[in-house]
């Protein structure tokens, strides 16, 4: 059974850092993509960054620059550093697994991130 859990959101002030962790069981992070998308309050859920099983990363435009994606692999853990934080990043970030080989995609259950002054 597939399950990944996000940790680290929370409520910062514009220009400042948070690092969410979504921890994996029943995949490992190092085969398979993974990312994270995000929703905010009245909209549409959008890609925030991917990092691919050869380590590939990409990054929506308007987090390019202020936000990096990585993981662990021994800690079956994948990451979003975020920097640099604006008001209108406040959002539910979700974490992403897609599983090429089972041809199916999964989600976490989200961690809120509340960017505000």
């Known amino acids: 059974q597939v399950q990944l859990v996000e940790s680290g959101g929370g409520l910062v002030q514009p220009g400042g850092s948070l690092r969410l962790s979504c921890a994996a069981s029943?995949?490992?992070?190092?085969?398979?993509?993974m990312g994270w998308f995000r929703q905010a309050p009245g909209k549409q859920r959008e890609l925030v960054a991917t990092?691919?099983?050869?380590?590939?990363?990409n990054y929506a435009e308007f987090v390019r620059g202020r936000f990096t994606v990585s993981r662990d692999n021994a800690q079956n853990t994948v990451y979003l550093q975020m920097d640099t934080l604006r008001p209108e990043d406040t959002a539910v970030y979700y974490c992403?697994?897609?599983?090429?080989?089972?041809?199916?995609?999964?989600w976490g259950k989200g961690t809120l991130v509340t960017v505000s002054s």
């Open positions: 990092i691919a099983a050869i380590g590939n990363t």
């Open positions: 992403y697994a897609r599983v090429e080989a089972w041809n199916r995609d999964y």
């Open positions: 029943g995949l490992m992070v190092s085969y398979n993509t």
